[in-house]
C-alpha cells in the first residue's frame, strides 16, 4: 500500500505543476507579478511545512547563501519566461517548450561538474530538438507560436542550469530547504520590478495566486518529495516526464485549447526523447 501511495502522490503532484501552466492564462498580470506572487505564498508556506519538521530556514555559511541568492535568480527567470511563452502562445507549446530541459543539461551538466559526456543522452537530446522544430509552422518571428516556442526554450535553460545547481546543493540541504530558498530569492529579486509597475489586484486574481502558490507550488512540491519515499528515482523520472501530458489535457478541459497535429507530432518526439533521458539518468543513480 505504500507504493501505491507514493505513485498516487507524485501523480498528483506532477498534474498539479502541470495545471500551473493554466494560471498563464487565467491571470491577467504580468509574468513577474504571477512569480513574486507564486513565490511569495509558496515560500511562506515551504516555511511553516519546514518548522512542523523542525529543519532550518536558513544556510550554514555565506557560501550557500550566496549560491541559493543565484538559484532564486534563476528560478525568477525559469518562472517568468515560462508563463510568458504560454501567454503569447498556448499552454502545450509553453510546457513542450520548456521540456526541453534535458537537451540543455545534457551538454551543460558534463562541462558544470567535469564529466564524461554520454553520447546517449546527447543523440535523444538531438530527438528532442528535432521535436521542437516540428512544432514551429514558420521560422518568423512575428509568429505566436515560434515567440512561445523560443520563450519556453530560455525558460527550459534555465531549469537545467536550476537543475545542475540543485544537484550540488541538495547535497547538503533537504529539497524542501532547498526550494524554500530558491522562492524566497526569486521573490527578493522580483519584488522591486514588480513595483515598478504595481499590478491592480483583484479578489479573484488574489485567490488564483493563492492556490498557484500554495496548491501548486508548495503542495505540489511536498507531495512530490513524500512521495520519493517511496518509490525509485526511475519510476519518479518518468511521471515527471507526464507534466506536459497533463498540461495539454487540462488546457483542453478547461481553456478549449486544442493542439495543431504538428504541435502533437513535435511533443511526442520530446516526450518519447525526455522520457528516454529520464530513465537513462535514473537508472546511473541506482
Not at 530541459?101 to 551538466?109: D, H, K, S, W
Not at 537530446?125 to 518568423?140: H, K, Q, T, Y
Not at 497535429?261 to 546511473?284: C, E, F, H, N, Y
Request: aromatic share 10%; hydrophobic share 55%; with cysteine.
Amino acid at each position: 500500500m505504500k507504493r501505491e501511495k507514493a505513485l498516487a502522490e507524485v501523480h498528483l503532484a506532477v498534474l498539479l505543476f502541470g495545471l500551473a501552466g493554466l494560471f498563464g492564462k487565467w491571470l491577467t498580470l504580468s509574468p513577474p507579478a504571477i512569480v513574486l506572487g507564486r513565490v511569495v505564498l509558496a515560500s511562506l508556506t515551504l516555511a511553516v511545512v519546514l518548522g512542523f519538521s523542525r529543519q532550518k530556514l536558513w544556510p550554514r555559511n555565506s557560501k550557500d547563501l550566496a549560491l541559493f541568492a543565484l538559484m532564486g535568480l534563476v528560478l525568477a527567470v525559469h518562472w517568468v519566461t515560462f508563463f510568458k511563452s504560454i501567454q503569447v502562445s498556448t499552454v502545450a507549446v509553453g510546457l513542450l517548450a520548456y521540456s526541453t530541459f534535458p537537451f540543455f543539461t545534457a551538454f551543460l551538466e558534463p562541462l558544470w561538474l567535469r564529466e564524461r559526456f554520454d553520447n546517449r543522452s546527447v543523440l535523444l537530446s538531438l530527438v528532442c530538438l528535432a521535436g521542437v522544430f516540428l512544432i514551429i509552422p514558420r521560422l518568423e518571428m512575428s509568429n505566436a507560436v515560434m515567440k512561445g516556442v523560443l520563450w519556453g526554450l530560455l525558460s527550459g535553460l534555465s531549469f537545467s542550469v536550476l537543475t545542475i545547481l540543485n544537484r550540488i546543493m541538495t547535497r547538503t540541504y533537504s529539497s524542501l530547504q532547498t526550494a524554500f530558498q530558491q522562492d524566497f530569492f526569486a521573490g527578493i529579486f522580483l519584488w522591486p520590478l514588480v513595483l515598478c509597475s504595481p499590478p491592480a489586484l483583484s479578489a479573484g486574481d488574489v485567490g488564483l495566486l493563492a492556490v498557484l502558490g500554495i496548491v501548486c507550488t508548495a503542495g505540489a512540491h511536498t507531495l512530490f518529495i513524500d512521495g520519493l519515499k517511496g518509490i525509485g528515482a526511475r519510476a519518479a523520472s518518468l511521471i515527471s516526464a507526464l507534466e506536459p501530458v497533463y498540461g495539454v489535457i487540462l488546457a483542453f478541459a478547461f481553456l478549449r485549447e486544442v493542439p495543431a497535429p504538428q504541435t502533437l507530432l513535435g511533443g511526442a518526439l520530446i516526450l518519447a526523447a525526455v522520457a528516454a533521458v529520464s530513465l537513462r539518468k535514473a537508472g546511473s543513480l541506482r
